[in-house]
């Protein structure tokens, strides 16, 4: 299905408005500042460093990096995030953002997650997903997308996207507003982190037993 260049223009509006609202990175001192990723950093900084003004070319501010389909068969949840970084698209240093593809394979699933640092917009592009997210409250808002509907998951709720079609993959964009958004899988970061969290912590927690959490670690490779 094509999409229209009127739903095109929604999408970069709902980020641009997300962006503006949510924006957490600092804002640049200068027009831009391209990231210098060949020489070694003698310091550790919030960002990377720039480059001189006078060497950035148009090149610096553009990627092929989301045109390819990613490989959804790399893990065991069916889908594959390409984002766009200081490496692959070096303008985009200090601007606040990220743009992300998402390709999930059929019946496959972006697990409940939270990005730490960044609200998201979502659009799908190809197929039927289910998306969704849980507030503070713990209620549930979620929606079915059609190729063209954009969802937004708000700062640091735990969210998740869902290909509900059992024959054919799914593809969606995002857009992130934080340069480094940061990902924590809720399973990954429970069962399979490294040291472990406590059996007892966990069967308290989730009221289940150590013969379960033996069972989902093994599942999940932890």
């Known amino acids: 299905m094509k999409i229209s260049s009127k739903t095109i223009q929604l999408f970069l509006y709902s980020l641009a408005l997300l962006l503006s609202l949510a924006k957490t990175d600092?804002?640049?001192?200068?027009?831009?500042?391209?990231a210098d990723t060949a020489s070694p950093s003698l310091f550790y900084n919030n960002g990377v460093p720039c480059l001189?003004?006078?060497?950035?070319?148009?090149?610096?501010?553009?990627?092929?990096?989301?045109?390819?389909?990613?490989?959804?068969?790399?893990?065991i949840f069916g889908f594959n995030a390409t984002l766009t970084n200081t490496k692959n698209l070096p303008g985009v240093n200090t601007m606040g953002l990220t743009m992300a593809r998402i390709d999930i394979?059929?019946?496959?699933?972006?697990?409940?997650?939270?990005h730490p640092r960044a609200s998201e917009v979502t659009i799908c592009?190809?197929?039927a997903l289910l998306v969704g997210f849980v507030d503070t409250?713990?209620?549930?808002?979620?929606?079915?997308?059609?190729?063209?509907?954009?969802?937004?998951?708000?700062?640091?709720?735990i969210h998740f996207l869902y290909n509900m079609d059992s024959s054919k993959p799914a593809l969606a964009l995002s857009g992130l507003s934080s340069q480094n958004p940061g990902l924590q899988m809720t399973s990954m970061a429970t069962f399979a982190s490294k040291p472990p969290i406590p059996d007892e912590v966990l069967k308290k927690a989730f009221q289940i037993t150590s013969q379960d959490i033996s069972i989902i670690r093994k599942n999940l490779g932890g």
């Open 52 to 75: 001189n003004p006078n060497s950035a070319v148009s090149s610096h501010f553009v990627t092929s990096a989301l045109a390819k389909p990613g490989k959804t068969s790399g893990n």
């Open 125 to 127: 592009l190809k197929g």
């Open 26 to 34: 600092p804002p640049p001192l200068q027009d831009f500042c391209i």
């Open 137 to 157: 409250l713990g209620r549930l808002f979620t929606q079915q997308l059609r190729p063209g509907d954009s969802f937004v998951f708000p700062k640091g709720l």
């Open 105 to 114: 394979a059929a019946n496959g699933i972006v697990p409940p997650h939270t």
